[in-house]
C-alpha cells in the first residue's frame, strides 16, 4: 500500500506564507513527478507546481515568483513554499506522484488527501 500525508495547510492574512509538505510512504520502488495541485470552490483542478526526479521544476504561471516546489529524494517527501499569498490562492490544495509501487510493473499516480489553504483577513 502506498500514502501520500499532505500537511501545512491553514489560514493566513494576504501576504503571508505558508509551507505545504507531502510525504509518501509504503511500499515504494520508485518516485518520478512529484507536484501540487489546487482546486477552489466551483473550479476544476489545476495545477499548481511540479518537480521531477532530476531536479527540474513547473509553475503556473498565477504562482510563478512566489510558489517554490522542492523535493528531498530521501524522504520520498515534496515540498511547498508559498509567499505573498492572495485570497486567490484559497483552495484545497492536494499532492500527486508518479509512483511505481513494490511489485507492480506499471507506474500509476497517487493523490494525497487534500489540505485546505485559506487566504482572508
Known amino acids: 500500500q502506498v500514502q501520500l500525508v499532505e500537511s501545512g495547510g491553514g489560514l493566513v492574512q494576504p501576504g503571508g506564507s505558508l509551507r505545504l509538505s507531502c510525504a509518501a510512504s509504503?511500499?515504494?520502488?520508485?518516485?518520478?513527478?512529484m507536484g501540487w495541485y489546487r482546486q477552489a470552490p466551483g473550479k476544476q483542478r489545476e495545477l499548481v507546481a511540479a518537480?521531477?526526479?532530476?531536479?527540474?521544476?513547473n509553475y503556473a504561471d498565477s504562482v510563478k515568483g512566489r510558489f517554490t516546489i522542492s523535493r528531498d529524494n530521501a524522504k520520498n517527501t515534496v515540498y511547498l513554499q508559498m509567499n505573498s499569498l492572495e485570497p486567490e490562492d484559497t483552495a484545497v490544495y492536494y499532492c500527486n506522484t508518479d509512483l511505481l509501487a513494490v511489485g507492480s510493473t506499471y507506474w500509476r499516480y497517487y493523490w494525497g488527501q487534500g489540505t485546505q489553504v485559506t487566504v482572508s483577513s
Open positions: 509504503g511500499s515504494i520502488r520508485s518516485i518520478n513527478a
Open positions: 518537480v521531477t526526479s532530476g531536479g527540474s521544476t
